[in-house]
């Protein structure tokens, strides 16, 4: 009996402790601050390196494709590609709509390098959740 008690013992010693989880809102927060601005979770979670870099990345993704005068895709289309395209370009944050705001009417799609700039712009939307992900799981302690 004594051996059970002993084993037991350092079986619940071995298990580590649950990290608390943080307040729901603060993650909501989080994750909106960290879609909107790119890099800015990461910023707000003391990475500031890996925040800049993220930051200058994905926006540089984003006006290279504005330069490859990338099309915009519509807001109600029919096509489900043209729809995943559009929110995979929303995904870049309140770069999209600043463009649009400047005057940016969407590209030609008649441009030598349109079609790069396509991708290049639903690319930066891609890249942004991916870092919006990270952000989250460091919040949540799963990564270091």
Not at 13 to 34: D, E, F, Q, W
Not at 53 to 75: D, H, K, N, R, Y
């Amino acid at each position: 009996m004594a051996g059970k008690n002993v084993q037991e013992a350092t079986a619940e010693k071995a298990k580590p402790a649950a990290a608390p989880h943080p307040p729901l809102a603060r993650m909501i927060r989080l994750c909106v601050a960290a879609w909107l601005i790119p890099g800015f979770g990461h910023f707000l979670l003391g990475r500031k390196w890996r925040a800049l870099i993220l930051f200058v990345s994905i926006l540089a993704m984003f006006f290279l494709g504005l330069a490859m005068q990338g099309e915009f895709f519509p807001t109600n289309s029919a096509s489900y590609l043209e729809t995943l395209g559009y929110l995979g370009e929303m995904c870049v944050g309140v770069a999209m709509p600043a463009a649009k705001f400047f005057g940016y009417g969407g590209g030609n799609p008649f441009f030598v390098s349109s079609d790069y700039g396509t991708a290049y712009l639903v690319s930066a939307g891609m890249l942004n959740v991916l870092a919006v992900l990270d952000s989250y799981d460091i919040a949540l302690g799963r990564k270091p």
